[in-house]
């Protein structure tokens, strides 16, 4: 039963489908969503078209409307500069750093809800939530002494070892409201059924978190996607080159080309478009377990 | 890295089921509790000692005691970044708040298009600081942006050279960035109040807005203070897209603290100073998140102790 | 602009926030390992091998990759090994590992203030007697460029590379369609700002996002009325040494400018990275702008036929009425400089010394350097100069042979901290938020530090 049971977050239920039947439509909250949907397109739109102009006629075209002779040039520019191998090691260091963080985190979550009775363990969740207001670049200076203490200086590892680290707080927390709706009662019957702790948490906990884990293994993904500042400090050569640090030397490259810069952000962004397109559904109803009441 | 920071723990009645229980599943908690004390907290500690030393970044690191500490208190650019830091961090929250509140509930409602919408809504969290500035830059320039684009002469502002257009502009900017995640934050919460307390409330003649203010907005005001939480605690980290935007100008208009720890400490190779702004930061941003928490009720203290 | 030197002011800034972070490495006796090029205190290669790292990406990478190859073919023995770094990442790279003692042999830089850094932490050679002793190599060398490679009287690095005057560009099309001449001194100026604003063209282009392009105004008004004595005595960090009346006059000047709109609407939102400055010019929305002699490439690569078709035009900067200062005189970089680390092994120096005299003055080098589009530091260039930019490189040449003076850009010529705050105050002024007395009191705070 344990398996089937539904997820913890209310949304999706019948009943809330009733709600608005009888309501008058929310002009104030309608307008507002779809004046902002065009504040927010605009610039996206704007990304998009710029990618296909040339540098040369960027500043001759209107800016909003697209070059009647479109150019993949840029594009073919981007890939041609060892895109591939940078999108890997985004991709190595993404995963690398997300799997065991959010792993990790599930546990430390766990066991921050079954044990919340021990000091220590409350001690550790208060250190957690002290976590949450660190920024990175605060602490930068120490976390590359470290990494260079390690021996991991210019290794994919050096980033995605404080990757990890900084990606705990934040899932520790959201994993950890979400473990705490599971209905106890299912804990109870666990452990008249004599499963341990350790069996629990991975055949009860896991399943059932599933929606959390997505959320905070996209939120966390996102971020360490889109880091910069880790991978600038702790890695030199090309071949450890993230995507967006490349993305800085494609810029050197070019100059200030815009529409490279543009085609480049597109190529960078559509794989979390892609990956957001997947698990959409599963983040909303994290978001709604792990942030919202 | 995404700057988005510390939602707050929401108030619940802590699990009694774990009864005695607890010691076996300490050493589960441990991998991720070292694994930050070794990249999280060393580092902090790192800091608190280089904010007692002087150093340039290229020569020794010589300890000074509180020289590093006097220098940055006497330094007038530091009231001017707190105080640029406040203001960011006010406006973005009031800007923000009610348009995400908004948007969250008209999105909430179970109509096909609203979820589209709430699929596009996401989007700008997925670009990172610095490429949202080069477009804003781009965007935003007198001659060849926006302005020029649409014929509308009145968008050719000075948007990033003058004092208060480009504060607008950076608030603008961030709540562009984030409005869509904190909409749906709201969207989740509005689903989770339970329909029969609006029936009941229509039963009893009330309109839309009475509802909006007598049931949706209380139940939301857990959301609230965590949302409130994120935008506050995470405006303190701002950093790349403020410097790649304006980089603190013009003149010092938009620089927060964030920044001004940058320049101290990588531009003007005043590293011991620029540690002690990273400490006065941590402090704010840690000061912050507990006043919310505490905002939010009395059982969130227990829960902050009894999690 | 890439790779041109100036460009480590391109605050686009990707490389932004962390750039710097990068910097810290100094404590503690390991440094960075060392994976890329044979780091100083780890040897270097066999046999006195030396490293050198530098900028990468056209147009400068491949002139400086062909150098070393042409070193590394003729010396077997004594190879240099070399790692190229995108601009931003370089600036913090270099700092970190010779804090750690992990540098190159070389150090790439762009002199003045960065260098003079180096030279009070002992981290770089004297080459004073190495150039005595060594004439020729010295004679090979424009002498203008040697004024940013010294500090104290010594010089500490060789200028290498090319020279970039700053000049005033202007677009031919837009001077005939509103018949006028090009100014020929400040009051012209100022007289032709009111003609273009008529025609609703902007007088100039100025990307004042940017703050640095702002500045090339302040350098060339204060030159021209005052000489450059004034601004050597704020380099010699003497104190008050903006309390002279000539920049209070240089001063007002900018803002009489700015009040007559003598710039672009919104210019300060204008940014020189994406090069909308340019744009503005060759597009024929501005009539005049002063940029560095860079801008002709760009222009040229991006304004379709505007360059081709004779529609640019340029000159030094004109005189000021009653001004002290020489017209002759510029304002730009006057080089770019290698230096050589002094924690670097014998044998490395050596090597490093040998690569100065030989490959980097030879007539390949200096032919690889003019091929790229720029004016090498090296003399008698002049007869390499051909093809339709023949003429522009010719007067950028004749530029920077012929200044008395060639200054270095302020902010390169500061301190870092300094610089901050001339950029702030720089900023503040041509918005009019600072008055000139403000804008002096201001930045003689931060004389000498």
Known sequence: ?293 | MTTIAPPVVRTKEPTRSSGGRSGSVVWMALPAFLWFIAFGIVPLLGVLWLSFTTWNGIGEIVPSGLDSWKATLQDPKLPHAIWVTFVIMALSWAVQTPMSILIGVFIAARKRYREFLAVLFFIPLLLSSAAIAITYKSLLDPSFGLGSGLGIEALNQDWLGNSTLAMATLIFIVSWQFIPFHSLIYQGAVRQIPTSMYEAAQIDGAGRWKQFWSITLPQLKYTIITSSTLMVVGSLTFFDLIYVLTAGGPGDATRALALLMYQQGFQANLMGPASAIAVILVLVGLGLSLLLRRLGGRSDDSQLEGA | MTNNPMSRRNFMGLAAGAAGAAALAACGSDGPSDTTGGGTSNGGGSGGGASYWSLSGPPGEPVRKAAIKRFNDANPDAKITETYFQNDAYKQKIKTSLGANQGPTMIWGWGGGGLKEYVNSNLVEDLTDWFGQNAAVKDKILPSSFGAATVNGKIYAMPIETVQPIVLFYNKKVFDKVGVQPPKSWGEIMALVPKFNDQKIAPFSLAGQSRWTNMMWLEFLLDRTAGSEVFDRVFAGEKDAWSDPAVLDMLTKIQDLVKANGFQKGFSSTTADSNADQALLYTGKAAMMLHGSWSYGIQTANGGNFVKDGGLGWMNFPPVEGGKGDPSNTVGNPGQYLSISSKATDAAKETAKKFFSTTLVDDQEKEGWVKSGGVPVLKNSESLFTGGDAQFLKDMAGIANGAKVFAQSWDQALSPTAAETLLDNIAKLFQLQVSPQQWVDSMNGVIGK
């Open chain 1, 1 to 293: 039963m344990t398996r089937h049971s539904p997820s913890p977050t209310v949304s999706g239920t019948p009943d809330s489908r009733r709600r608005h039947r009888a309501m008058s439509y929310n002009w104030l909250g309608g307008g507002l969503s779809w004046v902002w949907l065009f504040i927010v397109m605009l610039p996206i739109y704007w990304i998009v078209i710029t990618s296909f102009k040339t540098q040369d006629n960027y500043f001759f075209t209107n800016p909003l409307v697209p070059s009647s002779d479109l150019t993949f040039e840029n594009y073919k520019t981007v890939i041609e500069n060892d895109f591939v191998r940078y999108f890997f090691n985004s991709v190595v260091v993404t995963l690398g750093a997300v799997l065991p963080a959010v792993l990790i985190s599930f546990m430390a979550a766990y066991a921050i809800v079954r044990g919340s009775a021990s000091r220590l363990l409350r001690g550790m969740n208060w250190i957690f939530l002290m976590g949450l207001a660190i920024p990175l670049q605060a602490v930068i200076i120490p976390v590359y002494l470290i990494i260079i203490r390690l021996k991991m200086y210019d290794t994919l590892a050096a980033i995605i070892l404080p990757s990890i680290a900084f990606a705990i707080p934040l899932s520790v927390l959201v994993l950890s409201n979400f473990i705490r709706d599971v209905p106890k009662e299912l804990f109870e019957s666990m452990r008249m059924d004599g499963a341990s702790e350790w069996g629990t948490m991975w055949r009860l906990a896991f399943p059932l978190t599933r929606p959390a884990l997505v959320t905070v293994l996209i939120y966390n993904a996102l971020g360490i996607w889109n880091g910069f500042l880790l991978p600038l400090v702790l890695t030199q050569s090309p071949e450890q080159r993230t995507i967006p640090l490349a993305l800085t030397a494609f810029q050197g490259q070019f100059g200030v080309n815009i529409p490279a810069i543009a085609a480049s952000v597109t190529l960078t962004t559509l794989p979390i478009v892609l990956l957001y397109a997947i698990g959409r559904r599963q983040l909303l109803s994290g978001l709604t377990a792990g942030f919202g009441k």
